[in-house]
């Protein structure tokens, strides 16, 4: 016996008032995808499958939807993806983001996925069950025979690439030789020179070769590049702080740990003094986190059982054309802004102001003088919207939002609108007139055939054709636009007007904090005043330096 889903041919939609969602439909089979929790980079959504036939059984469904705007799913509870493949991933649009991340623990990157129900023996699995109406081969019985078998049940937890997070595009090094200069020839490098900041992928690349990577991206980004180049930190461990996302009641970071040694370190633990932020931390998801007393602004990580192994350094997959890869382990931590007040997140309060490799004090760049260069040298853009085909209506539903997306929108750019005067115009309206197409009371409109439109404040703009039926047939456009850098600003973003569908690992995203209230402490120095620039020890082939990643990046718990 077969069963498909079909459009019923006789069925009318009864027309009313005009609502914001459409009418709940029911039907023989009915699918409802519900977004539990919705986070800067990652949201927890619940599949349920219900089957309302009186007579009607169907056995080992199998579910697929296409993603309209790149979101992966990390982990799933209830159900899994018939295909998982680590080497899909890197090629996909997540791929493009995500460049440091570990895709081997990635369920599934397609773009079309096949999901299926978990067999009953899974159910009380810790990892993929514990989850009502799981798990039952995908079988679902008429509800009269019995209700509770009349309904499937899965939570898949999806990074959305779109609702990226927003700090720095570049990352912040560790001083020049914060380890020791050892026996740095100084007549080639300056041992006293800032760092030059690098790009996200040279996170990943040996130390030694990273001066060209510097010199271009310095060089893309009109930075000044000195005669005499930094020398390098000559650090055998490196840790990347990542700023993950900062909404109103918490914040994100990723940790990850580099080891750059031909050996490996055992039982390696990390520890960070997060200043007044401390308190407010609640979970990490693929390390073990302890709290330090008495002031519990400190947390120790170390590896789960079997993962405690810090692997060294091996060679690429051609060793004479591949760089080095280091031992590495990373995860998410969540924190909670609950009864501490004032923090700014991206302004320096997200990083650690101590930090402990194997209990050694590790070497933290001197972040605001960082964050302050690169703001200096930031310039504006102008973005010709559609590219070369200009302001017209489209070839299809997504032209321009998958256009926005290619894009990282700042303060101080603007977009550029090329059209016909005597044909069309273009209106930047609200939200609800952007649904609507409605083009009666814009907030500005424009005619000229050449428009710029500047770019002044953080959030969501709404375009959209002043020609009505240009924009029935999807000559509209949003373009978020990302906090300001200097951090002066808190406005975040919403969601795009047509939200797409999106984890579960052993805990959710923002997992309730441990047991035991917080404390308030007193205000603290910022890390610039609390720590010293470089900070090498007698064993400084081993010390661990900071580094502190500021880019734009997207990060899902695992």
Same mark, same amino acid.
């Given at each position: 016996?077969?069963?498909?889903?079909? #459009?019923?041919?006789?069925?009318?939609?009864?027309?009313? @008032?005009?609502?914001?969602?459409?009418?709940?439909?029911?039907?023989?089979?009915?699918?409802?995808?519900?977004? &539990?929790?919705?986070?800067?980079?990652?949201?927890?959504?619940?599949?349920?499958?219900?089957?309302?036939? @009186?007579?009607?059984?169907?056995?080992?469904?199998?579910?697929?939807?296409?993603?309209? #705007?790149?979101?992966?799913?990390?982990?799933?509870?209830?159900?899994?993806?018939? $295909?998982?493949?680590?080497?899909?991933?890197?090629?996909?649009?997540?791929?493009?983001?995500?460049?440091?991340?570990?895709?081997?623990?990635?369920?599934?990157?397609?773009?079309?996925?096949?999901?299926?129900?978990?067999?009953?023996?899974? $159910?009380?699995?810790?990892?993929?069950?514990?989850? +009502?109406?799981?798990?039952?081969?995908?079988?679902?019985?008429?509800?009269?025979?019995?209700?509770?078998?009349?309904?499937?049940?899965?939570?898949?937890?999806?990074?959305?690439?779109?609702?990226?997070?927003?700090?720095?595009?570049?990352?912040? @090094?560790?001083?020049?030789?914060?380890?020791?200069?050892?026996?740095?020839?100084?007549?080639?490098?300056?041992?006293?020179?800032?760092?030059?900041? &690098?790009?996200?992928?040279?996170? &990943?690349?040996?130390?030694?070769?990273?001066?060209?990577?510097?010199?271009?991206?310095?060089?893309?980004?009109?930075?000044?590049?000195?005669?005499?180049? @930094?020398?390098?930190?000559?650090?055998?461990?490196?840790?990347?702080?990542?700023?993950?996302?900062?909404?109103?009641?918490?914040?994100?970071?990723?940790?990850?740990?580099?080891?750059?040694?031909?050996?490996?370190?055992?039982?390696?633990?990390?520890?960070?003094?997060?200043?007044?932020?401390?308190?407010?931390?609640?979970?990490?998801?693929?390390?073990?986190?302890?709290?330090? +007393?008495?002031?519990?602004?400190?947390?120790?990580?170390?590896?789960?059982?079997?993962?405690?192994?810090?692997?060294?350094?091996?060679?690429?997959?051609? /060793?004479?054309?591949?760089? !080095?890869?280091?031992?590495?382990?990373?995860?998410?931590?969540?924190?909670?802004? $609950?009864?501490?007040?004032?923090?700014?997140?991206?302004?320096?309060?997200?990083? +650690?102001?101590?930090?402990?490799?194997?209990?050694?004090?590790?070497?933290?760049?001197?972040?605001?003088?960082?964050?302050?260069?690169?703001?200096?040298?930031?310039?504006?853009?102008?973005?010709?919207?559609?590219?070369? $085909?200009?302001?017209?209506?489209?070839?299809?539903?997504?032209?321009?939002?998958?256009?926005?997306?290619?894009?990282?929108?700042?303060?101080?750019?603007?977009?550029?609108?090329?059209?016909? +005067?005597?044909?069309?115009?273009?209106?930047?309206?609200?939200?609800?007139?952007?649904?609507?197409?409605?083009?009666?009371? /814009?907030?500005?409109?424009?005619?000229?055939?050449?428009?710029?439109?500047?770019?002044?404040?953080?959030?969501?703009?709404?375009?959209?054709?002043?020609?009505?039926?240009?924009?029935?047939?999807?000559?509209?456009?949003?373009?978020?636009?990302?906090?300001?850098?200097?951090?002066?600003?808190?406005?975040?973003?919403?969601?795009?007007?047509?939200?797409? /569908?999106?984890?579960?690992?052993?805990?959710?995203?923002?997992?309730?904090?441990?047991?035991?209230?917080?404390?308030?402490?007193?205000?603290?120095?910022?890390?610039?005043?609390?720590?010293?620039?470089?900070?090498?020890?007698?064993?400084?082939?081993?010390?661990?330096?900071?580094?502190? !990643?500021?880019?734009?990046?997207?990060?899902?718990?695992?």
């Amino acid at each position: 016996m077969q069963v498909c889903c079909k #459009r019923n041919p006789k069925f009318k939609v009864k027309t009313g @008032p005009k609502t914001k969602f459409a009418p709940r439909r029911y039907g023989d089979l009915n699918i409802v995808y519900d977004v &539990l929790q919705s986070f800067g980079s990652n949201y927890l959504a619940q599949v349920t499958i219900d089957n309302d036939s @009186p007579l009607g059984r169907l056995d080992r469904w199998n579910l697929t939807w296409e993603w309209m #705007r790149g979101e992966i799913i990390n982990t799933m509870r209830g159900a899994y993806t018939h $295909k998982r493949d680590p080497s899909e991933c890197l090629n996909s649009k997540a791929g493009q983001y995500y460049k440091d991340l570990d895709f081997s623990q990635v369920m599934n990157c397609q773009k079309k996925q096949d999901i299926s129900d978990l067999p009953p023996e899974r $159910k009380e699995d810790n990892v993929t069950g514990k989850l +009502p109406y799981c798990c039952k081969n995908g079988t679902l019985l008429p509800p009269i025979m019995d209700p509770w078998k009349a309904r499937s049940m899965f939570q898949p937890q999806d990074v959305a690439v779109s609702f990226s997070a927003y700090y720095n595009n570049s990352a912040v @090094p560790c001083n020049t030789c914060a380890c020791g200069c050892n026996d740095i020839d100084t007549d080639t490098c300056n041992a006293d020179c800032n760092p030059l900041l &690098l790009p996200p992928d040279a996170l &990943l690349v040996p130390f030694k070769n990273r001066t060209l990577k510097a010199k271009a991206w310095a060089k893309q980004n009109h930075m000044p590049i000195p005669k005499k180049l @930094p020398c390098p930190d000559n650090c055998g461990v490196s840790i990347n702080w990542h700023v993950n996302t900062d909404y109103r009641d918490g914040w994100t970071a990723r940790l990850t740990v580099f080891n750059w040694r031909d050996f490996a370190f055992e039982d390696w633990f990390v520890a960070v003094d997060m200043g007044k932020a401390g308190p407010g931390y609640e979970n990490v998801y693929s390390f073990n986190g302890t709290r330090v +007393p008495p002031n519990n602004r400190t947390v120790m990580f170390q590896g789960l059982p079997g993962l405690n192994y810090l692997v060294g350094q091996v060679n690429g997959t051609n /060793p004479l054309r591949d760089p !080095a890869v280091p031992g590495k382990q990373q995860s998410v931590i969540s924190f909670t802004k $609950k009864n501490i007040h004032g923090l700014n997140i991206p302004g320096g309060d997200g990083f +650690p102001t101590k930090v402990f490799f194997n209990g050694e004090e590790c070497a933290l760049p001197n972040i605001s003088q960082r964050r302050a260069q690169d703001i200096g040298v930031a310039y504006a853009r102008e973005f010709a919207v559609g590219g070369a $085909k200009g302001w017209t209506v489209p070839s299809g539903a997504q032209v321009y939002s998958q256009w926005a997306e290619q894009s990282r929108f700042q303060i101080g750019d603007s977009l550029l609108f090329v059209y016909q +005067p005597n044909q069309d115009s273009v209106l930047q309206v609200t939200r609800d007139a952007y649904d609507s197409c409605n083009t009666d009371a /814009p907030t500005a409109k424009f005619a000229d055939g050449k428009t710029s439109f500047a770019l002044t404040h953080s959030g969501p703009y709404y375009f959209i054709s002043g020609n009505k039926n240009n924009c029935q047939k999807n000559e509209k456009l949003v373009v978020i636009v990302m906090a300001d850098r200097n951090g002066n600003t808190t406005a975040s973003s919403p969601p795009l007007p047509s939200p797409a /569908p999106a984890p579960s690992v052993e805990s959710p995203p923002s997992p309730p904090p441990m047991t035991g209230p917080f404390e308030t402490p007193a205000p603290t120095p910022t890390p610039t005043q609390e720590t010293p620039n470089s900070a090498a020890s007698p064993s400084s082939s081993f010390v661990a330096a900071l580094l502190v !990643a500021a880019f734009a990046s997207t990060l899902f718990l695992h």
